[in-house]
């Protein structure tokens, strides 16, 4: 029998997944899972009559591939990773290119591309988005590594990657060296953090503020999903608020507890940012409110206490829909911006060499955040890959200033129903303060020097000054 092309260790339901999608795609699949009974399901289940074969054991799975070998690891994140990295490596050769699919921290990932470069291996940190749905039918694709190991699985990633609709490409592009693939999903669910709770905000001045019920608002989040706002994250926010519960008849998402979990990719944007000193308040405040809704047993407590104003929108309210919608694109494109440039600090701070125009070239189709907006985002970042900030290109700048009102408007409704809108506050104050040519961290400066000496710089001369305050 011919040798397979990939080998895939692990059989959770995204290698499962992948392992079908690259078989689809006209590969045959070598597979492996310390559980052989999983495996044999598989094998004797959705895998029957495909180019799919088991191995018992990494010997076995080794001895199925073409050379240079290339094995896919789709475990859990942490510990697992390192684990079956120690497993397989001793049946690895020079050359061979071990993958790690899952959502990795990019530092883990460093590490272990250093330790593997130094045998000779190529190692490779592919950030994978889109799902199960998409880890099956076309995700979105993030490898790093060397240009060598990109080479060898360019021809499986491009078959099995989503295509965008605009021009057919495939949604995968070398990310750069090391970590920078898992670096760029990480900030990919930074961003996700940030899209998901913008629309959370908007649905909770809408529906709790303005009254609107569940099914009139997945008819608003419809009719949003078919212009500028085009994603699959409005789209599946339509489907939810659509959804009937079987057991009390209501909308099923006014019985799903308001506690929003999280596994830590948008928290290690926010710590990362923080690193290497990048402003992105949207993602932080996405990462703070689930951190807020979870504390669900002290907010009860506390909503018996602290009194504010009645949330009862009594305005014209198909005007506030209007603003919400301006509103919510005018947030994502700042938000953006922010992510964006994360990034492009990141690639400096790490020597990756990110390309941004691809980046969002292959968020288009497969992942979470895929949108109208990315192609607008590629096109910018084409017309001027230097941009240091995405406000500045003239086609986002002006969609910004055109909706500031909206905005505004719905930010102001909002404070003054006491709806809370982290992430909606943090985007128009991130747009504020970005477009400041005077902030008030003089005062802040002052302050430093009163109190420790710490020395400020003036406006009008150069040097260090510092001033007995007193
Ligand atoms: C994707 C997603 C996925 C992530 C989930 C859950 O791109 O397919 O980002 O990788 O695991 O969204 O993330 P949280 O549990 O942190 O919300």
Same mark, same amino acid.
């Given at each position: 029998?011919?040798?397979?092309?990939?080998?895939?260790?692990?059989?959770?339901?995204?290698?499962r997944?992948?392992?079908?999608?690259?078989?689809?795609?006209?590969?045959?699949v070598?597979?492996?899972?310390?559980?052989?009974?999983?495996?044999?399901?598989?094998?004797?289940?959705?895998?029957?009559?495909?180019?799919?074969?088991?191995?018992?054991?990494?010997?076995?799975?080794?001895?199925?591939?073409?050379?240079?070998?290339?094995?896919?690891?789709m475990?859990?994140?942490?510990?697992?990773?390192?684990?079956?990295?120690?497993?397989?490596?001793?049946?690895?050769?020079?050359?061979?290119?071990?993958?790690?699919?899952?959502?990795?921290?990019?530092?883990?990932?460093?590490?272990?591309?250093?330790?593997l470069?130094?045998?000779?291996?190529?190692?490779?940190?592919?950030?994978?988005?889109?799902?199960?749905e998409?880890?099956?039918?076309?995700?979105s694709?993030?490898?790093?590594?060397?240009?060598?190991?990109?080479?060898?699985?360019?021809?499986?990633l491009?078959k099995?990657?989503?295509?965008?609709?605009?021009?057919?490409?495939?949604?995968?592009?070398?990310?750069?060296?090391?970590?920078?693939?898992?670096?760029?999903?990480?900030?990919?669910?930074?961003?996700?953090?940030?899209?998901?709770?913008?629309?959370?905000?908007?649905?909770?001045?809408?529906?709790?503020?303005?009254?609107?019920?569940?099914?009139?608002?997945?008819?608003?989040?419809d009719?949003?999903?078919?212009?500028?706002?085009?994603?699959?994250?409005?789209?599946?926010?339509?489907?939810?608020?659509?959804?009937?519960?079987?057991?009390?008849?209501?909308?099923?998402?006014?019985?799903?507890?308001?506690?929003?979990?999280?596994?830590?990719?948008?928290?290690?944007?926010?710590?990362?940012?923080?690193?290497?000193?990048?402003?992105?308040p949207?993602i932080? @405040?996405?990462?703070?409110?689930?951190?807020?809704?979870? *504390?669900? &047993?002290?907010?009860?407590? =506390?909503? %018996?206490?602290?009194? +504010?104003?009645?949330?009862?929108?009594?305005?014209?309210r198909?005007?506030?829909?209007?603003?919400?919608?301006?509103?919510?694109?005018?947030?994502?494109?700042?938000?953006?911006?922010?992510?964006?440039?994360?990034?492009?600090?990141?690639?400096?701070?790490?020597?990756?060499?990110?390309d941004?125009?691809?980046?969002?070239?292959?968020?288009?189709?497969?992942?979470?955040?895929?949108?109208?907006?990315?192609?607008?985002?590629?096109?910018?970042?084409?017309?001027?890959p230097?941009?240091?900030?995405?406000?500045?290109?003239?086609?986002?700048?002006?969609?910004?200033?055109?909706?500031?009102?909206?905005?505004?408007?719905?930010?102001q409704?909002?404070?003054?129903?006491?709806?809370?809108?982290?992430?909606?506050?943090?985007?128009? @104050?991130y747009?504020?303060?970005?477009?400041?040519?005077? *902030?008030? &961290?003089?005062?802040?400066? =002052?302050q %430093?020097?009163?109190? +420790?000496?710490?020395?400020?710089?003036?406006?009008?001369?150069?040097?260090?000054?510092?001033?007995?305050?007193?």
């Amino acid at each position: 029998m011919a040798k397979a092309s990939i080998g895939v260790v692990g059989l959770g339901v995204m290698g499962r997944n992948l392992v079908l999608n690259i078989e689809r795609n006209g590969f045959h699949v070598a597979v492996y899972n310390r559980t052989q009974s999983k495996m044999q399901a598989f094998l004797q289940g959705e895998a029957a009559g495909k180019h799919i074969t088991g191995s018992d054991s990494y010997p076995a799975l080794m001895a199925q591939l073409e050379k240079p070998r290339c094995v896919l690891l789709m475990v859990t994140a942490g510990s697992a990773v390192d684990a079956g990295i120690e497993e397989i490596k001793p049946f690895l050769e020079p050359g061979d290119i071990l993958i790690d699919g899952g959502n990795s921290y990019f530092m883990d990932t460093e590490r272990r591309s250093l330790a593997l470069t130094a045998e000779g291996l190529h190692f490779v940190g592919m950030g994978v988005s889109g799902g199960e749905e998409g880890a099956l039918w076309g995700p979105s694709i993030m490898p790093g590594g060397t240009p060598e190991a990109w080479q060898a699985l360019a021809p499986i990633l491009r078959k099995i990657a989503a295509k965008a609709e605009e021009d057919g490409e495939p949604c995968v592009t070398h990310i750069g060296p090391r970590g920078a693939g898992h670096y760029v999903k990480t900030v990919h669910n930074g961003i996700e953090y940030a899209d998901m709770q913008l629309i959370a905000e908007i649905y909770d001045l809408l529906s709790r503020g303005a009254g609107l019920p569940a099914a009139e608002l997945a008819g608003i989040f419809d009719e949003w999903n078919r212009g500028e706002l085009r994603s699959y994250l409005i789209e599946i926010t339509a489907k939810i608020l659509r959804r009937t519960d079987e057991i009390t008849g209501k909308p099923l998402v006014e019985m799903v507890l308001d506690e929003a979990q999280q596994k830590g990719t948008g928290k290690w944007t926010s710590q990362n940012a923080f690193d290497i000193g990048a402003p992105i308040p949207t993602i932080n @405040a996405a990462v703070e409110s689930r951190i807020l809704s979870s *504390l669900k &047993a002290e907010r009860v407590a =506390a909503s %018996r206490v602290l009194r +504010g104003p009645s949330p009862r929108f009594t305005g014209d309210r198909a005007a506030l829909v209007e603003a919400a919608r301006a509103a919510l694109y005018a947030s994502k494109i700042l938000s953006y911006a922010q992510g964006m440039s994360l990034l492009r600090i990141a690639s400096a701070e790490y020597d990756y060499h990110l390309d941004l125009a691809e980046i969002a070239r292959i968020w288009r189709a497969g992942c979470i955040i895929r949108a109208g907006l990315l192609g607008d985002i590629t096109a910018a970042y084409r017309r001027n890959p230097a941009l240091s900030n995405l406000l500045l290109d003239d086609a986002f700048r002006q969609a910004v200033e055109s909706r500031q009102a909206a905005l505004r408007h719905v930010l102001q409704t909002a404070i003054g129903l006491g709806i809370p809108a982290l992430a909606l506050g943090s985007a128009l @104050a991130y747009y504020d303060a970005y477009r400041s040519e005077r *902030l008030p &961290a003089n005062l802040t400066q =002052a302050q %430093r020097d009163f109190f +420790g000496a710490h020395t400020y710089r003036r406006v009008d001369q150069e040097g260090i000054f510092h001033t007995d305050w007193e």
